[in-house]
């Protein structure tokens, strides 16, 4: 273990988030130099400060969401981190909840308040609702009231997705998604679509929104979605499509702490329950993968170390 420089902190891992862009790193659909370690996320106790280290100390609990100097690393027992990625839990959030929800319920929150800007009483559709991000998302927009459509592939998925707070479930293997969309919104559509599935579902997801609704689409868990004609939008009803990323909401210190805030409240108020789905040994990283990839989880996954 290297010791830790200025400004760094040695982090002793209680518990490692599992997320679905890890799969996208391990396979090189994002590319990243190499060799690399893998995971973004993690939540720990600090065990060694760098030198001026003055707002945090020895035992705080803290988590992170994105790459340290090594790039990425997160899937480790410890590891020594800059201080200027790290939140400082708060007393009632503990350390495997922390690294099931930072990086979801952040992107969770980016997405819903910030890019969408969704407002109670609009209409919208969730994909993947009883995954990590879906069921996060489905009780944060329940929270402020919006109406929400919920997809997944099983029925037993669709009852957690109700039980998060959807108020009409739909099968993603269901022919005729956009159909059943406009019937359950008298003929107009939803305002948003929130899309982490990608390829397979941007096309039933554009004939899914009202005219001018917005399509965000942000993750590619079927494949990324490529050759788009942007005369389709015109066609769909002067609809929008964004490919945001968590990077570019939480882009300054400030950002990132008022998201963060918003989270840590959404999650201590009770709104936003954190379901782990599976715990794995850190060992058996490579199941928790393969597991992932399957459709087989829901809720959140994390690895201990
Ligand atoms: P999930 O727990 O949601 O797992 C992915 C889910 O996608 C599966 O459970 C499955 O649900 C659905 N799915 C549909 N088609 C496929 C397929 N062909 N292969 C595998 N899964 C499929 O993962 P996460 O919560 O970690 O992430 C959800 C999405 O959010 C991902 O696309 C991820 O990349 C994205 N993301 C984007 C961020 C950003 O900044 N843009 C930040 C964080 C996450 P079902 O069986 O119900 O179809």
């Known amino acids: 273990m290297p010791t830790p420089s200025a400004g760094e902190v040695t982090i002793e891992h209680s518990a490692i988030g599992l997320n679905f862009i890890d799969t996208y790193h391990r396979t090189g659909l994002y590319p990243v130099p190499l060799p690399s370690g893998l995971g973004l996320e993690a939540a720990g106790t600090i065990t060694a400060l760098g030198e001026g280290v003055d707002t945090l100390q020895i035992g705080d609990r803290v988590a992170y969401m994105g790459p340290g100097k090594d790039g990425l690393g997160a899937y480790a027992t410890r590891r020594v981190m800059p201080v200027a990625g790290l939140f400082k839990l708060p007393d009632d959030v503990p350390s495997d909840i922390a690294a ?80 059943q969309v406009k019937t359950i919104t008298k003929g107009t559509g939803v305002s948003a679509v929130f899309d982490g599935v990608g390829k397979d579902t941007f096309a039933v997801s554009l004939d899914c929104l009202a005219p001018r609704g917005l399509l965000v689409s942000f993750g590619n868990a079927s494949g990324p979605v490529e050759g788009v004609n ?49 715990t794995y040994p850190l060992t058996d990283a490579a199941a928790a993968h393969r597991d992932l990839a399957a459709r087989k989880t829901t809720g959140s996954t994390i690895l201990l170390p």
């Not at 929800?101 to 910030?114: I, Q, S, Y």
């Not at 945001?244 to 201590?268: C, K, N, Q, S």
Request: aromatic share 4%; proline share 2%.
């Open 100 to 179: 099931a929800a930072l990086l979801k319920a952040a992107t969770v929150e980016g997405l819903v308040e910030r890019c969408a800007k969704v407002q109670a009483g609009d209409w919208v559709l969730v994909h993947a609702a009883a995954g990590g991000v879906g069921l996060i998302m489905v009780q944060w927009l329940s929270a402020i009231g919006a109406n929400i459509i919920a997809t997944a592939s099983t029925d037993a998925k669709l009852e957690l997705a109700k039980n998060a707070g959807a108020h009409h479930t739909i099968l993603s293997s269901a022919g005729d998604l956009p159909e």
């Open 230 to 278: 942007l005369g389709i939008l015109a066609q769909k009803g002067s609809v929008f499509v964004t490919r945001p990323t968590l990077g570019h909401y939480y882009a300054t210190p400030e950002d990132a702490a008022a998201g963060i805030a918003r989270v840590w409240e959404m999650i201590g108020s009770g709104k936003v329950k954190i379901t782990i789905g599976a």
